[in-house]
């Protein structure tokens, strides 16, 4: 055989090998968790982006949806017109979070929907602040 015929073979042969060191280079590790352990105060879980959501103004209305699976909370966000309203379904009913507390309040929580009430994503509420408003100096 000459030199010609082997010259296809080979490049064959040549991809077939460069393929295979291509895959042997391939990572396996599992994904890395978000929880890091080694901290003196113990574990935490570290983000890369917030996993939380803040709404800060006056609740104005609140209903409970179902058989206490959920709350929608009417929001009057801070500094706008009230034509501006915002609704918020929250997961279970947190009443007692909102005890004791006065508007304007600040929301707290999770960005992404935990479950679903009815069909629609509900949020978790992580907490609720009271914004405590300045007396002004005479």
């Not at 104005?60 to 009417?74: F, H, K, L």
């Not at 500094?79 to 009913?93: K, Q």
């Not at 935990?114 to 002004?136: A, N």
Request: charged share 20%; net charge positive; hydrophobic share 40%.
């Amino acid at each position: 055989m000459k030199l010609r015929d082997w010259i296809p073979s080979m490049l064959i042969v040549l991809l077939i090998v460069l393929a295979l060191v291509a895959i042997g280079r391939c990572a396996t590790n599992p994904k890395k968790s978000n929880t890091t352990c080694w901290l003196p105060e113990g574990c935490v879980t570290q983000f890369t982006e917030n996993p939380y959501t803040y709404k800060v103004g006056a609740l104005t209305n609140a209903s409970i949806i179902g058989d206490n699976e959920g709350v929608v909370v009417r929001i009057q966000p801070l500094a706008t017109y009230s034509l501006f309203t915002e609704d918020l379904l929250l997961c279970g009913v947190p009443a007692d979070m909102f005890l004791n507390k006065g508007n304007p309040l600040v929301l707290t929580y999770k960005t992404k929907a935990s479950k679903t009430v009815q069909g629609i994503g509900c949020h978790e509420l992580v907490r609720v602040d009271e914004m405590k408003t300045e007396t002004p100096q005479k």
